[in-house]
Nanobody
């Protein structure tokens, strides 16, 4: 079993920045590709970003490309999502997830509990 815990969410004004963290425990972090997803009230969960096991490759949803950056520090068992130029439509609960291979769908093996990001206008 892999446990994932997100943190770093909060309230920020439009145009501001936040950095989310996802800390993994239970198994070797470097064995997993990681992804970020988000879900706004009344909407379905959507893909945000993914990163390869080594951190050598990333992929972003069009809605966040150029504004969000994901990275990982395998020595710290931590993945990050740097969110810049935030917009009200970015408001959602953000989840991190772990998978055995790099993927952009939602077929991940493990999920965190989520952290709330609220962007005010």
């Amino acid at each position: 079993q892999v446990q994932l815990v997100e943190s770093g969410g909060g309230l920020v004004q439009a145009g501001g920045s936040l950095r989310l963290s996802c800390v993994a425990s239970g198994r070797t972090f470097s064995s997993y590709a990681m992804g970020w997803f988000r879900q706004a009230p009344g909407k379905e969960r959507e893909f945000v970003a993914a990163i390869k096991r080594s951190g050598s490759g990333t992929y972003y949803a069009d809605s966040v490309k150029g504004r969000f950056t994901t990275s990982r520090d395998n020595a710290k068992n931590t993945m990050y999502l740097q969110m810049n130029s935030l917009k009200p439509e970015d408001t959602a609960v953000y989840y991190c997830a772990a998978a055995k291979s790099f993927r952009t769908d939602d077929l991940y093996d493990y999920w965190g509990q989520g952290t709330q990001v609220t962007v005010s206008s």
